[in-house]
C-alpha cells in the first residue's frame, strides 16, 4: 500500500497481482486529469464514490458515479478523462483469457473481445463487482495461495468468465450444428484424457478442446449431454480426486495441512473446499488428513 499526502491533498494507492491480473484500490480527495496510452489490457472500473468525468475513448464519451462497473476501453485504444474526488477500484486483466475461457469467437478464429463498455445489466454489473472483491479478498490477499499455479489459473478463468457474463462481446456460447455433429463419445473421451493427464497443470476450456479436436462450444456441449456437467466441473472433480489422495498419503506430523493440499489442487477458500470435500467424501478433509 502506498499513501502520498501534501498539506492539501491525499492519495491512497493498494495493488495486489498475480501475472493474468491485478487489483488496485485507489483513494483520491482531489481533482486529477489522466491521459492512458494503450495498455494492452482489459481495465476495468467500480467506483464507490466521487466521480470520473469527460471520460472519453475512440467516439465515445461517458461519465461515472458511486455504483458504476465500466470497461475503460478496448485494450488496443487510448483513453482519457478526469478523476473528481474519487474512491475506486481498478483492476486489470489479459484479453487472451477472453478467448481462453471462451474459445473461438467465430469460424476464423478471431479472438473473443468486448463490444461494449457498460454491462448488460445492473445484475451483471453487481454480479461482477462481487467476483472483483472476492479475487481481492480471497485470492490476492494471501501470497502464498495466489501464489500456487492452479490457484492463479482458476482464479484468472473465474475472473474473465464473470466478464464475458456481464459485458457485451462477440463470443458465440450456442453451440452450432457442426459442433453438434463433432461432440461424439470419442471426442469425450480424448478431453477426459487430456484433463486427467494435465490435471496438476494449468488448463483452459480452449486447451481441453484443442486436445479433443473440437471447438470450445462442441467440447461443453458433449459434457453437458453425455455428462451433465461442465469441463471445468469435471476438472475440478478431478482435482478434488487428487487432493483426497494427498491428504490420505500425508502426514501432518511434518507440517502438511489441508489448506496448503487444498490450494495446490487449484482450492483457493478453505471454507469451501471443506465444504465440496466433505459433500463427495461425507467427512472433513482434516479427519482425512489425521485419520481419525
Do not use: K
Amino acid at each position: 500500500m502506498q499513501t502520498l499526502s501534501t498539506a492539501t491533498s491525499r492519495a491512497r494507492i493498494e495493488r495486489s497481482a498475480i501475472d493474468s491480473f491485478s487489483v488496485d484500490e485507489l483513494d483520491l480527495d482531489f481533482d486529477m486529469s489522466y491521459s492512458v496510452t494503450p495498455l494492452g489490457r482489459i481495465c476495468l472500473c467500480v467506483v464507490y464514490e466521487g466521480t470520473i468525468e469527460d471520460h472519453e475513448f475512440h467516439g465515445v464519451r461517458d461519465a461515472f458515479g458511486p455504483g458504476d462497473v465500466v470497461s475503460f476501453a478496448p485494450p488496443e485504444l487510448p483513453y482519457a478523462g478526469r478523476i473528481c474526488g474519487a474512491r475506486y477500484n481498478i483492476t486489470m486483466l489479459d484479453p487472451a483469457l477472453l478467448t481462453q475461457v471462451a474459445g473461438e469467437a467465430n469460424a476464423s478464429g478471431a479472438a473473443v473481445r468486448l463490444t461494449g463498455h457498460r454491462p448488460q445489466s445492473r445484475a451483471a454489473a453487481d454480479r461482477l463487482r462481487q467476483t472483483i472483491i472476492y479475487m481481492r479478498d480471497h485470492v490476492l490477499a494471501v501470497p502464498a495461495v495466489a501464489d500456487q499455479p492452479l490457484v492463479a489459473s482458476t482464479a484468472a478463468q473465474h475472473l474473465a468468465a464473470s466478464v464475458l457474463a456481464a459485458f457485451p462481446n462477440t463470443a458465440l456460447t450456442e453451440p452450432t450444428g457442426s459442433d453438434r455433429q463433432d461432440a461424439h463419445p470419442a471426442a469425450l473421451r480424448r478431453a477426459l484424457a487430456h484433463i486427467e493427464d494435465h490435471a496438476d497443470r494449468p488448463v483452459t476450456v480452449a486447451e481441453i478442446a484443442a486436445a479433443a479436436h473440437v471447438t470450445v462450444r462442441a467440447l461443453q456441449y458433449a459434457f453437458r449431454r453425455h455428462l451433465d456437467t461442465t469441463p471445468l466441473a469435471h476438472l475440478r472433480r478431478v482435482r478434488l480426486s487428487h487432493a483426497h489422495r494427498d491428504l490420505l498419503a500425508a502426514d501432518p506430523g511434518e507440517g502438511a495441512t489441508v489448506t496448503d493440499i487444498a490450494a495446490r489442487w487449484g482450492f483457493h477458500h478453505p471454507g469451501r473446499f471443506a465444504a465440496v470435500y466433505r459433500d463427495c467424501y461425507g467427512h472433513s478433509p482434516h479427519r482425512t488428513l489425521h485419520g481419525s
